[in-house]
């Protein structure tokens, strides 16, 4: 094939969403996920209950929107995702995009088994009787117990609801003692096996064409769990007790708002819940046309994310309500956090409403639909990487994506597992929880201190016709860093060694979610120095300096597209690089950008830099290329 005819090849088969609509339900999709139902509900109960909202929406506000604007706009402006956009805008950070990449993968591995338990309590809620009702002789000991009104606190205390122990006993089959010798971690659970496999088919079937394909099953998938929400929000409302689980809820316990451990929750929550440094905001960012109005969907994407929030504790709570007000035992009795919400407190909750059988399928096929829309964005990241960093396997995109995909699945293997909870829980707890803090710090310190405010704020009026206000450059360059820095030096201080429960686990184990945790964040100092190393030791062909902007960048700013080039792979070597310069290139990306817009836009593109000056902050006083400076990509 002709050099003439490969950028058209490349440029096409990236794709584009196919409207508005589609990333919108995509990001919601991927910020609104089994954490707002699950973990949000409870850090409001356990720290504040409604006081707590008033540390989340400072923070959503300070930390959270600006964040989520900066990522989509980057990602928007770049065309590329979240490994390739560093290395035009900020060649020497190109780490942080690796560090994204690899935490996303990681995150993806486990994530899906979380969904497997979903898909595993969706099909056993087709039983004539819901296991979990009753103590079963196969996987009940003399321990078990049904809760009902005639329990005593002293048998509730002492013994295992048949909830708790079908959780540990029979779907995860747990080894009580917890992790033994390495390697050791028991048999596979061939059911829980069986509906991983299925889980990994159905992702690979919607993405199989990339956005193509995930574009339109978000239509069903983002939307069917509001659906859910709202009929089992006018259920729950209308219960006996529900008031009292609202009470428990919201009810304000001001003297937290001196803790500050419950801000610190507070901002984690934000920040978790949005998706932010993972990535995934970025890559669906990639897929906007140039003009897209992506300031006013991230406001929105973080509005239904905080009103999800809370609808989905409503639910909750009101439904834990009944469920206590059934039993007639205190609410905190039935209330748990995290899996155990999911998979044990509310499928009580559930058995005691009219038509167990019903709500149970709906809830766990919700719950198996908020986390697809997750999975979607967090594998998609790792495809887009690959694909943006070896062009030509675009060709093979569902040949690569089904490997990825098998890659996966076998890597989640040891999750399912008898031990597989412990090992689950480890690689949540170091793979997913500081290293995504230091790589948002990293983030936020490239982009405004180092690739500059002014210069990211011009690209934004290159974009978007408007410069950002002093609302966004005042967060963006003080007040996000410094809570975020913040936030990281008191996880840092307060930081103790995770166990599961009352069980501890092993040295090993902590050595190994050590090296979950180092393998992301030691990408971003290891690519600072290979950049310099490379170039000012001559060991790479690229003229441009790690430390700018690349000049396809600046020139897709300026609206000068003689020399831009964008979407090539950062291992693209010198020789190949001139053939990517070609008058086809050129007219195709005239022609993405141009056509179409009004002649006011091209002014504006073509006249950003020399417009709307104001003081220069520190970092963006950065050498620019050159006219004659070629866009070579570094490494």
């Excluded at 058209?8 to 139902?37: A, D, Q, Y």
């Excluded at 089904?402 to 040891?414: D, E, I, N, V």
Aim: charged residues 15%; proline residues 5%.
């Amino acid at each position: 094939m002709s050099s003439t005819k490969k950028p058209l090849r490349e440029e096409g088969e990236r794709g584009h969403w196919g409207s508005r609509v589609e990333f919108l339900l995509s990001c919601v999709g991927f910020s609104v996920g089994l954490g707002n139902v699950w973990r949000f509900p409870f850090l409001a109960y356990e720290n504040g209950g409604g006081a707590f909202l008033i540390p989340y929406v400072i923070l959503l506000v300070l930390v959270g929107k600006p964040m989520y604007f900066m990522e989509a706009a980057l990602g928007q402006f770049g065309q590329v995702g979240p490994l390739q956009v560093w290395v035009e805008m900020l060649p020497c950070a190109v780490g942080v995009g690796v560090a994204m990449v690899i935490i996303s993968l990681i995150v993806a591995i486990y994530y899906n088994v979380i969904m497997a338990y979903c898909l595993f309590y969706l099909f056993n809620s087709f039983r004539s009787v819901l296991p979990w009702t009753v103590c079963n002789p196969e996987w009940a000991d003399e321990r078990c117990f049904v809760r009902n009104q005639n329990s005593t606190m002293e048998e509730m205390e002492m013994r295992q609801t048949s909830e708790e122990q079908y959780w540990e006993r029979k779907v995860l089959d747990i080894t009580p003692t917890g992790l033994g010798e390495p390697g050791d971690l028991g048999e596979i659970k061939l059911d829980l096996a069986f509906f991983l496999l299925v889980s990994w088919l159905v992702v690979l079937l919607c993405l199989a064409k990339g956005v193509k394909s995930s574009g339109k099953v978000v239509y069903f998938s983002a939307t069917f769990p509001y659906l859910v929400l709202l009929v089992l929000l006018v259920l729950g409302l209308t219960l006996p007790g529900a008031g009292d689980g609202l009470y428990y809820l919201f009810v304000p316990k001001w003297e937290k708002l001196a803790s500050f451990t419950v801000w610190r929750r507070a901002a984690g929550q934000v920040f978790f819940s949005l998706g932010i440094s993972w990535g995934g905001i970025i890559m669906f960012g990639s897929y906007n046309k140039f003009t897209a109005r992506v300031h006013i969907d991230a406001h929105i994407v973080s509005l239904i994310d905080f009103l999800t929030s809370l609808l989905a504790s409503i639910v909750i709570f009101s439904a834990l309500g009944h469920s206590a007000h059934q039993l007639g035992v205190p609410v905190e009795t039935v209330a748990k956090g995290g899996q155990g919400l999911a998979f044990v407190a509310y499928p009580e909750a559930l058995s005691h409403l009219p038509a167990p059988h019903f709500w149970s399928v709906i809830f766990f096929l919700m719950l198996f639909l908020l986390g697809l829309d997750s999975e979607f964005a967090l594998f998609e990241t790792v495809m887009v990487a690959i694909f943006d960093t070896f062009p030509r396997l675009r060709g093979q995109k569902i040949g690569v994506t089904s490997a990825m995909c098998f890659m996966c699945f076998l890597l989640g293997l040891p999750c399912i597992t008898q031990s597989g909870q412990y090992v689950l829980d480890l690689m949540d707890t170091y793979g997913a929880s500081i290293s995504v803090m230091v790589i948002a710090v990293a983030e936020m310190i490239a982009i405004m201190w180092g690739y500059g405010a002014n210069n990211f704020c011009k690209d934004l009026q290159a974009m978007l016709g408007f410069y950002p206000g002093l609302y966004f450059k005042v967060c963006w360059v003080i007040i996000s860093p410094l809570l975020l820095i913040i936030i990281l030096v008191a996880a840092l201080v307060d930081w103790t060694k995770p166990s599961y429960g009352p069980i501890p686990y092993p040295d090993w184990a902590h050595g190994v979610g050590m090296v979950l945790t180092i393998i992301s964040v030691i990408q971003i100092p290891i690519w600072f120095i290979v950049t310099l190393i490379m170039r000012y030791t001559r060991l790479s062909s690229c003229n441009t300096c790690p430390l700018s902007c690349t000049q396809a960048w600046l020139d897709r700013r300026e609206g000068d597209l003689s020399g831009m080039v964008t979407n090539i792979s950062f291992l693209e070597r010198k020789d190949n690089f001139h053939q990517c310069k070609s008058n086809s290139k050129v007219s195709i990306l005239h022609s993405k950008y141009f056509d179409g817009s009004s002649d006011s836009m091209k002014k504006n593109m073509t006249s950003s830099t020399t417009t709307s000056s104001i003081s220069s902050y520190m970092g963006t006083m950065q050498p620019e290329p050159g006219p004659e400076r070629e866009s070579n990509i570094l490494i």
